[in-house]
Every structure is written in structure tokens, then in C-alpha cells.
């Protein structure tokens, strides 16, 4: 056993035990002083010492083991890095607190496990009632609100768009030209010099007093137009953005600056693929994203992107649900141009042909998949990738999902050879387990908020049943 100062502990033994020092000591057959020294962690707890506790009386050797300590400090780690409190915690004094009052230690992650229950529960209960439901729901967070922001649009924004095409025209744009044409833009009526350095470790970074936008060699051609594309539209819209987010549904600095740069990133989409002209080759194609994607010059996530927000009242496309997720399963991107709405909590479904992806890089799967309310939707899914900056840096891959109601799957290309009518053909999802009542799943990992889960040996699944 290495070194272990276990003082607290031990003082709080001897005190539940209602026992002096000096009678502690002479139990242990050991010194008062040499106790008090224990006690004060001047001195560690030796392995004979915890032998003789053990043999008088009967105490778990665990409430002093190494291991356990590291459990608590990893479960404080957690509990004590949510965001909710106002001062950074050191691992040094987590490990303190774990190491001398592990009693306080498990409270605080007790404390936080309930917190973060009741916060599942409220979102879950918000999630079968509506985004409209406030109720005693916590604040959304900053990114929350700009998604809620452009949920509201139905992801589509009228002015950047006009605005884009107009730019596009001017500008004498045409697909694999938008490159050489932004950077002459920029260059003739901004004074800004492009520069693609070596160094720069951000994909984008404008400086204002040599007006030079540094770009990541990293970048492909058409992501470099993105990223051009972009900081013109924060050199140009700066003012139509600003009044786009003042909005209500925005509180806060945070938000507001999050949904600029989101404004911004949509100017660029919308730019690079003008509205007009990317839904005729969209319709034309019927929705090909490959061949979309060699049309204009950008990759398969750009292409989905642009895809999620063509909703212009006299023009529409099809309304598309866009999602972004890594191996782990975390959602860096969401968006919805209609009525999906993708869980808040308790992950989503493995079923999902977005998981699937990860198995198949590259290639393109399509799934019809029922929702437990019946309704039907076929989802797109395929990797994509980013280049490491060398030997040894690690890249970035996600799988992107591109999903639509089964009522428009005929405009696409992937439902051919699909029965869009025949519901044995769809595969059961869910938004997540924590808020799918599907009573019989295989894959199954939580209960629904509000159930128990029960085994049914007939199925070999975990079944939830509600409470009592």
C-alpha cells in the first residue's frame, strides 16, 4: 500500500465510535501522540494499523483504498465541471476533498446526479409537450436559443438570401469560379489580401489593420470560398445581421454574438449556392447530393447544409432535417426546416442509419425509419472527413444525416427501389431512450424518464413498465 494520509477518515471513525484518542490508541496499540499524528496526516496510515482496524472492528479496508478515491475525485471531476459553478476547481483540490472528507465528496455528486435528473425530466416533459412549454424548465443556453432562433424561420432566411444572389450577380460568380471571384471581391472593394499561411492553426482569421484574412492550408478550395464568403458577409451585412439578432428569443451577449457568426456562415451557404440556381439543380438531379456536390465545387456537408434551408414561400424545397454527430454520438450541429425535432436528452437512437455510417466510410445510406408517434421519414446518412494538419495529428470525422417526411421521399433519388409504402420496410427509431415509449426495443439503454425498467425474459430486452 503506498503512502495514504487518511486523517479525516480516521477522526470520523473514532467519533461515530464515540471513543477518545487515547482510547482509539490503546486499542490499536499505539501511541496517542503517534494517533494524533494520524489523525492531523503528519503521518500515514500504515497497513498494520489498517489491519488492526479491521480486526477491531470490522471496518471495510475499501473506505481507505486508493481506488475508491479515484472513483470520487472522476465522479467530482464531472459534477464540479458542469458550468454552474463561478470559480474553476483544481484537480489538486478535488482530490483534497475526496482524500479527507469523502462524506462531503459524495454528497456534492449525489447533489449534482439529482440536479441534472430533475433537468432531464423537465427538458423530456418540454419535449413531449412542444418547444412552446416554459413551465419551470431551465434557461436555454446561448447555442439553445440560436437554434431555437432558426427553428423559428424554418432555417430560412429571406434577406441574406436575396442578398447573396444579388452579391453572386454582381460579382459575375459561377460554380468552380466562386473562389478566384470572392478573393477578387474582396481584394477590389475591400483593400483585403488573402493569405493561405502554413501557421495558422484557426480556419479563419481576419485582421482589420492589415486587412489581410488568414486562411488554414487545411482547407479545400471550396471550404477556403466558404470561409471567404463568410467574413464578406461581416464586412458588408454587418448592420442587416446586427438587426436580425435583435431578437427577443436572444438574451444575452453570448447568443446574440453566436447568432451573428451563425447568420454569417448562412450568407456564406447561401453565396456560394444562390437560391435560384441551387434548387433548379437540386430539383434536376432530384436531390443527388454527390452530383450536386461536383456541380458547384463543395463537399457533401455543405451541400446537405444549403440543402436544410430552402424554404422561400414561392420557391420551396424539400424540408429537409440536418444533423451532424461524431463516433461518440454527440450532435455538433442540428437544424430543421419543418416539425422533426431531434431529442435534447438522452442521446438518440444506434438504429439510426446515421451510426450506421461510421461502419460503411463514404458511402451513402438511406433508411426508411417510423418514429413511435407512426410517422415516417427517410434519412440520408454518409461520413465526412478533415484532414490532420500532419504525422500524428489527429483528423475529424462525423456522419452527417439528411432526413425528410416519407410524403416528399419520391423527389429523391434514394427511394428508388425503396416501397415507401410498405411499413415492414421502415426500421423503429426513436429520438432517444430517455423519451421513447417503444415498450419493446433490443437496443435499449435507459428507461423513459418516469418508468422502470423490468426484464422480459421471453424477449431478452429491457422493458420499461411505469411506476407505482
Known amino acids: 500500500m503506498s503512502k495514504a494520509f487518511m486523517g479525516v477518515r480516521l477522526r470520523r471513525l473514532r467519533e461515530e465510535r464515540g471513543l477518545t484518542q487515547a482510547a482509539l490508541a490503546q486499542t490499536l496499540a499505539i501511541s496517542t501522540s503517534y494517533l494524533s499524528q494520524l489523525e492531523q496526516n503528519q503521518r500515514p496510515l500504515t497497513v498494520p494499523v489498517l489491519l488492526r482496524l479491521n480486526a477491531s472492528f470490522g471496518v471495510d479496508v475499501q473506505i481507505f483504498s486508493d481506488d475508491d478515491e479515484a472513483r470520487l475525485v472522476t465522479d467530482l471531476r464531472e459534477a464540479l465541471s458542469d458550468g454552474a459553478q463561478t470559480e474553476t476547481i483544481s484537480v489538486a483540490e478535488m482530490r483534497e476533498l475526496a482524500t479527507n472528507m469523502p462524506a462531503v ?6 447533489l449534482h446526479r439529482r440536479h441534472r435528473d430533475g433537468i432531464e425530466r423537465n427538458e423530456a416533459m418540454a419535449a413531449r409537450l412542444g418547444d412552446d412549454w416554459i413551465g419551470d424548465a431551465p434557461a436555454r443556453m446561448p447555442f439553445e436559443q440560436v437554434r431555437d432562433f432558426f427553428y423559428a424561420r424554418h432555417n430560412h432566411i429571406a434577406p441574406l438570401d436575396d442578398a447573396a444572389e444579388r452579391l453572386y450577380a454582381d460579382a459575375g460568380l459561377a460554380p468552380h469560379t466562386v473562389h478566384a471571384g470572392l ?16 501557421s495558422e492553426k484557426a480556419q479563419r482569421r481576419f485582421d482589420p489593420v492589415s486587412r489581410t484574412l488568414h486562411l488554414s492550408p487545411d482547407l479545400k478550395q471550396g471550404q477556403q470560398a466558404f470561409q471567404m464568403a463568410t467574413q464578406l458577409a461581416l464586412l458588408e451585412l454587418g448592420d442587416l445581421i446586427d438587426r436580425l439578432t435583435d431578437d427577443s428569443a436572444l438574451r444575452g451577449e453570448e447568443a ?40 458547384f ?24 432535417f440536418f444533423i451532424r454527430v461524431d463516433r461518440a454520438g454527440n450532435i455538433s450541429k442540428r437544424q430543421s426546416a419543418t416539425d422533426f425535432h431531434f431529442s435534447r436528452v438522452g442521446g438518440s437512437c444506434p438504429l439510426w442509419n446515421v451510426y450506421e455510417a461510421f ?17 415516417t421519414y427517410l434519412w440520408i446518412a454518409r461520413t465526412v472527413g478533415r484532414g490532420n494538419g500532419g504525422f500524428g ?5 462525423f456522419a452527417i444525416g439528411l432526413g425528410c417526411d416519407v410524403r416528399h421521399a419520391a423527389r429523391l433519388i434514394y427511394a428508388k ?28 439503454a435507459f ?5 422502470a425498467l423490468a426484464i422480459d425474459q421471453n424477449r431478452s430486452a429491457l422493458t420499461p413498465y411505469p411506476t407505482t
Open 105 to 110: 465528496a459524495r454528497t456534492l455528486v449525489s
Open 183 to 198: 478573393s477578387a471581391w474582396l481584394a477590389a472593394r475591400h483593400d483585403v489580401r488573402l493569405i493561405v499561411d502554413d
Open 256 to 295: 446574440r454574438m453566436l447568432a451573428r457568426i451563425g447568420l454569417a456562415n448562412y450568407f456564406a451557404g447561401a453565396l456560394i449556392l444562390p437560391y435560384g440556381d441551387f434548387l433548379r439543380a437540386a430539383e434536376e438531379y432530384r436531390y443527388d447530393i454527390e452530383r450536386l456536390s461536383r456541380h
Open 297 to 320: 465545387g463543395v463537399g457533401f456537408e455543405t451541400i446537405c447544409h444549403r440543402l436544410s434551408t430552402l424554404q422561400r414561400p414561392d420557391a420551396r424545397g424539400v424540408p429537409f
Open 359 to 375: 461502419a460503411q466510410p463514404g458511402r451513402v445510406l438511406a433508411q426508411l425509419a417510423r418514429m413511435p408517434d407512426g410517422r
Open 393 to 397: 495529428v489527429p483528423g475529424k470525422t
Open 417 to 444: 427501389g425503396l416501397d415507401l409504402s410498405d411499413p415492414d420496410a421502415t426500421t423503429p427509431i426513436g429520438a432517444g431512450c430517455k423519451v421513447c415509449e417503444r415498450p419493446a426495443c433490443a437496443q435499449r
Open 447 to 451: 428507461p423513459p424518464i418516469g418508468h
